[in-house]
């Protein structure tokens, strides 16, 4: 797979999965608090750009998710569109956003802006989008933002900045971190004139994710793209990764399955876990765990045998006598 099928793949994964709980980590259990970050972010957005907006604008948001984010801006625009690499993210974006006749969602490369003629947008903004995304494809979308603005078109990002971090490209969860002045850079590369910048609070997006110097980014379209860059990694072959980050996601997931007393969906997390990643020890922990709490002993012994098959090297016997260690000292006492 290419890079493009890769992102693909894994957001339509990770969309399946549980799509709400992969655009607002700690927001996604209601309507009514996913709603709430949703209006947060987009407050955030519209303090961010009011000195410069009208209510006339087109706006094109990339990486939109389920819409969490362009419900709530809808009363203020005139038109709206949401493209997103997910199928999945999209299909979700129908239902959550199907009152509202100003606001489209579609489905993309992922890449690029191709279904998009030069110059309609007025704005075009993105949100805990391509921190996830690798280097050259936020660099891209930042070339095909300058190509799809209205002269004098505003660009609002939010992205982390500070120590630059980076990861492996096939890597497609994993935060990057960008320089200060990396940033400024790509950006003057790409025809933008950064106006400024806004730090957010944690009331914007409670994520525990954010990093306190992920901030709202606002640049102007101002001249032309400088040395676009090439584009060969479009098409080269990456490899498969399943990061820690992807792991931690399913995992705190299982957890608060567990708090909330969902044990079936727990395990099915888990075993979800272990088809994707069988060599990581997490999932199999956590689902020998659980047994073990629920009195299944029989389930459990056979689940560390499974893992002996999978992880030759580990010593599934000692797991059992840690996790059992509680249960047998309240039996002893
Ligand atoms: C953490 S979610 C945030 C969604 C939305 N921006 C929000 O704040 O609710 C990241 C979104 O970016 C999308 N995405 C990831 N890589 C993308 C790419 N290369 N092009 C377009 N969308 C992408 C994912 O499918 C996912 O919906």
Not at 12 to 35: I, L
Not at 300 to 309: G, I, R, S, W, Y
Not at 310 to 323: G, H, R, S
């Amino acid at each position: 797979m290419n890079i493009a099928e890769t992102m693909k793949s894994e957001w339509n994964r990770r969309a399946k999965h549980h799509a709400r709980y992969w655009v607002a980590t700690e927001d996604f259990h209601d309507d009514r608090k996913f709603a709430k970050s949703g209006k947060n972010t987009a407050n955030a957005l519209l303090s961010r750009v009011a000195p410069y907006s009208n209510s006339s604008w087109s706006i094109l948001n990339i990486g939109c998710g389920v819409g969490r984010v362009l419900k709530p801006l809808a009363s203020h625009f005139q038109h709206l569109i949401g493209i997103d690499i997910s199928g999945e993210m999209i299909a979700h974006s129908k239902q959550w956003l199907n009152e509202l006749n100003n606001v489209e969602t579609r489905e993309t490369s992922g890449v690029d802006l191709h279904p998009f003629r030069n110059e309609s947008f007025d704005l075009v903004y993105s949100f805990v989008a391509f921190q996830h995304m690798p280097r050259p494809v936020f660099a891209r979308y930042l070339e095909e933002s300058h190509r799809v603005l209205k002269i004098h078109g505003y660009l609002a990002f939010q992205i982390p900045v500070g120590v630059p971090l980076d990861t492996a490209i096939e890597d497609t969860i994993t935060m990057r971190q960008y320089g200060t002045h990396e940033l400024a850079e790509e950006l003057q590369r790409c025809g933008f004139q950064l106006i400024g910048e806004t730090h957010l609070d944690t009331n914007i997006q409670s994520s525990n994710r954010m990093e306190p110097n992920c901030g709202i980014y606002l640049a102007k379209k101002s001249g032309a793209v400088i040395r676009p860059k090439n584009t060969c990694w479009l098409q080269a072959e990456c490899g498969q990764a399943f990061s820690l980050l992807d792991t931690r996601m399913y995992v705190w997931y299982a957890e608060q399955c567990l708090q909330a007393g969902r044990e079936k969906e727990a395990l099915r997390t888990y075993e979800a876990l272990r088809q994707q990643s069988p060599d990581s020890l997490e999932k199999w922990i956590g689902t020998v765990e659980v047994l073990v709490e629920r009195g299944k002993l029989d389930e459990a012994q056979d689940t560390l045998e499974k893992l002996t098959v999978a992880l030759p090297t580990y010593q599934a016997l000692n797991t059992l006598l840690e996790i059992q260690k509680p249960h047998l000292k309240s039996n002893i006492s």
